[in-house]
C-alpha cells in the first residue's frame, strides 16, 4: 500500500515517461503509438496539472482523420519494431499512418467534460475548433456502422471494441476464413505473459480480418455490410450514445443549432435501437452478431454501459443491479470483464475476467448518474485499491488484485489522477 501523493507524482511520472511529444503512447514497449480512446482518458489525466497539454492529446490525434471523418484505432507517427501489426500490414496508404479500424469514441465526452471545466476562453476556442471534428467521427459512425439505421454500432475487428479478446467474439469470430493469414510473428508475446494474452487462433483471426479490410482497399461501408465479422458491440453503442449526448451538450454551448436538432433525432433513434441488444435470459445488454442474429449472452463489464448511456428501464436496470450484486459477492474488485459464472472466466486472460480501470470509470459515472452511489463509489474504491495495492498496470485480476498485461500503463494513471485516486467521488464526466 502506498500513499496517495506518492502515487499521484509516480501516475505524472507515468505520464511523462510515455509522452512523446504531443501525444502518449499507452505503453512503451507493448503499444508504442498513439491509441485512439487510450489518449482521450489520457487528456482527464493530464487535465488534473496541465490543462494546456490535455487539449493537445486529443488535437494531436484528431490532425490523423481522414477526409469523411473516420478516426483511427491506432496512429504511427513514427515506426517500431516492437508491435505488430505495423503500418505496412494495415497498408491505409494515408499521409499520417494509421490502422483502418476505429474505436470506442469517448472523445467527445472528454471535450466536454475540458469545455465545462475550462479556466479561460481559450480552452472554450480549442473546444471549437475540435467540434466539427467529433462531429464528423459521429457522422461517420452513422453513415457507416450502423448499416439498419438503429443507432447501434456494427464492429468489424476485436480490437475495435478495445476489449479486443472478450469471449463475446468467440462464435462470430470462428467463422473468419485463416486459411490464407500471411504468415507473421507476434510481438506482444515477446513483451508480455502469453497466458494473459489472446491466443495464436485469435491472433489468426485478427490478422484475416485486417487483411480483408486491406484487400477492400478499407472500403468502410463494404467491410460493415459484407465483412467476415459483424458483431454489434454493446460497449461502442453505449458510448457512442453517451458520446452523442455529450456532442449534443457541445452543439447547444458552441451554437450549432441545426446539429442539436440532428443530435436529438440520433439519441432518440439509439434510446429506441439498443433494446435490440437486451438479451431477457441473461437479463443484461450483450454484443449480438449481425450476421446470424445471434446474442452472446454474456454478462460483461460493457452491459453496465447501459448506466453510462442512460438507457436501462426499471426492468432492466433491477436486472443489472441483481448481477452486480452477485458478482459483487463473488469477488473482490468489481467489475471483472467478464461473469465470473461463464465457463470462459480466466482472472488473468485478456478480457476474459480482469479489471480495466477505464472502463470501471465508465461504469461508475453510469452509476452515479442512474442513482446507484453505493455501487458507483464501490467500483472508484475498488479500482483506487487496486492501484495502491499493485501499481499502474493495464488491468487487474479481480481476485487477488495482481496486475497483469503492461505495466506503467498510462490510461490506468490517468484515472488515478483524474477520479479513482481522490478522497471522494465527484469530478467525473
Ligand atoms: C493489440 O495489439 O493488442 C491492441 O490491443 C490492438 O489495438
Not at 235 to 248: E, G, P, Q, V, W
Not at 405 to 428: E, I, Q, R
Request: hydrophobic share 40%; aromatic share 12%.
Amino acid at each position: 500500500m502506498t500513499d496517495r501523493p506518492t502515487l499521484d507524482r509516480a501516475a505524472r511520472d507515468i505520464l511523462k515517461a510515455n509522452d512523446r511529444g504531443g501525444y502518449t503512447v499507452p505503453n512503451g514497449h507493448v503499444y508504442p503509438f498513439q491509441w485512439n480512446w487510450d489518449s482521450a482518458f489520457v487528456a482527464l489525466g493530464f487535465a488534473t496539472y496541465n490543462r494546456s497539454r490535455a487539449w493537445e492529446e486529443i488535437e494531436t490525434l484528431f490532425s490523423a482523420q481522414w477526409d469523411d471523418g473516420f478516426m483511427a484505432h491506432i496512429v504511427f507517427w513514427q515506426d517500431d519494431e516492437g508491435y505488430f501489426p505495423g503500418p505496412k500490414v494495415w497498408g491505409t496508404n494515408k499521409k499520417i499512418a494509421t490502422s483502418g479500424i476505429t474505436q470506442p469514441p469517448v472523445a467527445a465526452s472528454v471535450v466536454r467534460w475540458l469545455y465545462d471545466s475550462a479556466t479561460c476562453d481559450s480552452e472554450k476556442e480549442r473546444a471549437a475548433a475540435l467540434y466539427p471534428k467529433l462531429a464528423a467521427w459521429h457522422d461517420w459512425f452513422e453513415k457507416y456502422r450502423d448499416p439498419d439505421g438503429k443507432g447501434l454500432v456494427v464492429s468489424v475487428h476485436p480490437w475495435e471494441s478495445g476489449r479486443d479478446n472478450s469471449a463475446e467474439w468467440d462464435e462470430p469470430a470462428a467463422a473468419v476464413d485463416i486459411s490464407n493469414v500471411d504468415p507473421y510473428v507476434r510481438r506482444d508475446t515477446s513483451h508480455l505473459d502469453a497466458s494473459m494474452r489472446p491466443t495464436k487462433l485469435d491472433y489468426d483471426r485478427y490478422l484475416a480480418m485486417v487483411q480483408y479490410g486491406r484487400d477492400c482497399g478499407w472500403d468502410h461501408k463494404k467491410i460493415a455490410t459484407e465483412g467476415p465479422f459483424r458483431v454489434v458491440d454493446v460497449s461502442m453503442t453505449m458510448i457512442l450514445l453517451r458520446a452523442n449526448r455529450d456532442l449534443l451538450a457541445l452543439a447547444e454551448a458552441l451554437g450549432h443549432s441545426e446539429d442539436a436538432e440532428k443530435l436529438k433525432a440520433r439519441i432518440a433513434n439509439a434510446e429506441k435501437g439498443v433494446s435490440w441488444l437486451w438479451n431477457e435470459d441473461a437479463g443484461a445488454f450483450c454484443s449480438r452478431d449481425m450476421i446470424t442474429g445471434k446474442s452472446s449472452g454474456m454478462v460483461t463489464s460493457a452491459s453496465f454501459l447501459a448506466f453510462y448511456a442512460g438507457v436501462a428501464n426499471d426492468v432492466q436496470r433491477q436486472a443489472l443491479a441483481s448481477h452486480l450484486e452477485r458478482i459483487g459477492n463473488k469477488l473482490t474488485y468489481m467489475v471483472p470483464s467478464l461473469d465470473p459464472d461463464h465457463e470462459e472466466f480466466d482472472t488473468i486472460r485478456y478480457w476474459r475476467g480482469p479489471v480495466w480501470a477505464v472502463v470501471n470509470f465508465l461504469v461508475s459515472t453510469g452509476l452515479a448518474d442512474a442513482g446507484l452511489a453505493d455501487w458507483a463509489e464501490r467500483v472508484r474504491k475498488d479500482t483506487g485499491a487496486l492501484i495502491e495495492k499493485t501499481g499502474f498496470y493495464e488491468a487487474f485480476c479481480p481476485t487477488t488484485g495482481r496486475g497483469t498485461g503492461g505495466d506503467d500503463f498510462s490510461w490506468t494513471a490517468a484515472m488515478w489522477l483524474h477520479w479513482a485516486g481522490k478522497s471522494k467521488a465527484g469530478n467525473v464526466t
